[in-house]
Every structure is written in C-alpha cells, then in structure tokens.
C-alpha cells in the first residue's frame, strides 16, 4: 500500500476552516458575502479566546523572565498573558571577567553593580565584551542588559548576543531583533542552548548608540517558588513596601489591558529574577490565508465549534442542524481537551497540619 511518508505537512487555512464550517451549516462557500465571511473570521476569534476558560491549553503556555528592580513591587505581565502558574524567584552568579567596549564609555559601569552609574558610547553600532579568558571558558545560562536612555524615556534598539571561542571570530548567540527598551528597565533573556566559551558580548546595529547601566551574564541560577496570595489577603497586608532581598510571596492581578504581579515583600536588590510559566491567548488570527497557531490535535474541535457559530449567524439554517452542530462542538471540544494534558505522575499530599498538635 502506498502512503505518502510524510507527517505535518498537510496545511489548513484560515479561509479551509470558515469554508468546512460554511458546510457543515449547510452553505455552499460561494453562497458566504464578504460581510458573512468576515463575521465568521470574528466568531472564529472568539472561539480560540473562550476556550482558555474551559482549561489550560499546554501548546498556549510560555514562559518571561522579569528582572526586579530596587523598591518596585508592581510588574506588568507581557500582552496576552492570562494566568501565573508558576512564579519563581531567581538569583544568579555572575562571572568575573575582563570587559571592554569598542566604541568609548566608562565600561566599569556596566559591571560594578550599581545602577545609577553607566556606559555611553559615544558612536552607533557599537559592543561590549566580556571576557573570561581562554583557560577558563564559563556556560552562560541567562544574559541580562539594563539599558540607560537620556531623559528616562524609551528608545527602539537592534540588539545581538554574540559569542567566541577566541575573542576574535564573533558567533550570533541569539538576536533579540528591534525592541523598545526603557530606561532602568532590565530586559533579561534566557540562552537555550547555550555555550561553553571564552567570550561573550552584546552588540548594537541598525545606528543605534549603546548605553547600559548593567551587563549581567549570569549561570548557576536558583530557583525558589512563591506562594500565591488571593486579593484578600494581599489587600490586608499591614504594611505592602515592607521591602526585603527576597520577595516571597505574589498577588496576581487579572487586569486590562495586561494583568501585573504584585511582589511581597518589595524587593531590595536590582540583580535578581523573577521567572513566570503563564498561560497565554492564542495568537491573533491573522490573514485569511494564513493558519492558526494550534496544534493540528485541536482542528477538529475548533471547525466544530465555528460551524456551531456560523450556524447561530448565517440566515435559514434549521434549529435541528444548530443543535446537532452544538452536540458535535461539544463532544470534539472535549475530546480535545481530555487530550489536553502532560501526562506526568500526579502525586497527592494532603495537609492535616491545622488538625494536629
């Protein structure tokens, strides 16, 4: 028998998806007006956003480092985000090594550990290294810049991390691309894979000029959970700027137009992490056609629950046939989502504390 020996290659657009719910209404494709077509692009949005209430979608979850500052206890979660499922507090070692800049500045800010102190350079498109010598070659696990910008404001930058087994040949480490970087902010990446070399810097193009407060390369992070505290018990808190070198504790504020952690105690030290798991929406729709970000596992269940949906908006469709699509929704939504799982042990621990003496 002759198969076609490949896997993941069959694509389905935006466009397969409201033409096979179109159907299942019974409508032909033709019959849809640009209007029926767009009012279905929509409902198809809203049905990819409904479904982050009814679990937790594995393929939607991501991950943000957030460097902490001194004395600041309120952080902004990235557009999208939905639900903390794991915060962590992070701390890191950082090397010791010989940095250098190739277009001026005072480059000792940029390690001294103060944050009021910076590096300017003084011509576009400049790096700095750091370099930890040829004997003595450190993995980086975690690169972090603290950016200065004249005023306090924000500026749009093109930036690189580079590595070298040599300090001569450059390697790109992992591009960051164009960002918007504010001053005093960090802006810490996790490098995944990572290597184990001699050199390491960061580099600026596009005509930018470099000005860092920190250059932070860091490895050998620890990591320590925070408990969750639920509004009530963050709101009672007697004293919310009590401030200590680690925050233990965090209340998650499900806010528009982004949902921001609040941190207790307040965190004392600017060199420290906070990592979050978080659930997040699945991207936009986009183009008609282009595809969904879903796994292949879900299309059925998401064809089903738009034809259900067209089926309430496309005119003369019988009551019978919205009914049965309802129950086709239904059953392949919760197909999917039973699947929706990582199948690891799960382990109970029931805590009597509170009963015993």
Not at 5 to 26: H, P
Not at 244 to 256: E, G, S, Y
Request: aromatic share 10%; proline share 5%; with cysteine.
């Amino acid at each position: 028998m002759a198969t076609s020996g490949t896997v993941g290659l069959t694509t389905v657009s935006v466009q397969d998806l409201i033409d096979d719910a179109a159907r299942a209404s019974g409508k032909l494709a033709e019959e849809l007006t640009v209007e029926q077509v767009q009012s279905s692009k929509r409902n198809l949005f809203y049905v990819l956003s409904s479904i982050i209430n009814k679990g937790i979608q594995y393929f939607a979850i991501k991950k943000t480092v957030i460097g902490l500052n001194a004395n600041q206890y309120i952080y902004d979660m990235p557009v999208g985000s939905n639900d903390a499922l794991n915060v962590l507090y992070r701390q890191m070692e950082r090397p010791a090594g010989g940095y250098a800049t190739s277009a001026g500045g005072t480059v000792a800010n940029v390690y001294d550990g103060d944050t009021e102190t910076f590096c300017q350079q003084t011509s576009a498109n400049g790096n700095i290294s750091v370099n930890y010598g040829a004997s003595n070659p450190i993995y980086i696990g975690s690169i972090g810049i603290l950016p200065y910008v004249s005023g306090g404001g924000s500026a749009t930058w093109t930036i690189t991390y580079e590595y070298s087994v040599d300090a001569t040949t450059w390697v790109t480490l992992t591009s960051l691309g164009s960002i918007v970087v504010t001053d005093d902010e960090w802006i810490w990446t996790d490098i995944d894979p990572g290597e184990n070399v001699m050199a390491y810097r960061v580099r600026i193009s596009g005509g930018a000029t470099l000005a860092l407060r920190e250059f932070y390369l860091g490895n050998n992070s620890r990591e320590i959970q925070m408990s969750r505290l639920n509004r009530d018990d963050y709101t009672n808190l007697p004293n919310k700027n009590f401030t200590a070198n680690q925050p233990f504790q965090f209340w998650f504020d499900r806010t528009i137009p982004v949902p921001s952690i609040y941190l207790w105690p307040v965190p004392s030290d600017p060199f420290i992490q906070m990592t979050v798991w978080y659930s997040a929406q699945i991207e936009d729709i986009g183009a008609l056609s282009g595809e969904l970000a879903i796994p292949d596992r879900w299309l059925l269940a998401i064809e089903s629950m738009l034809a259900h949906r067209m089926s309430l908006i496309l005119p003369a469709v019988p009551l019978e046939r919205v009914k049965y699509l309802e129950g086709q929704a239904d059953r392949n939504f919760n197909d999917a989502e039973q699947e929706e799982r990582d199948k690891s042990p799960i382990y109970w621990a029931p805590n009597i504390s509170v009963y015993t003496t």
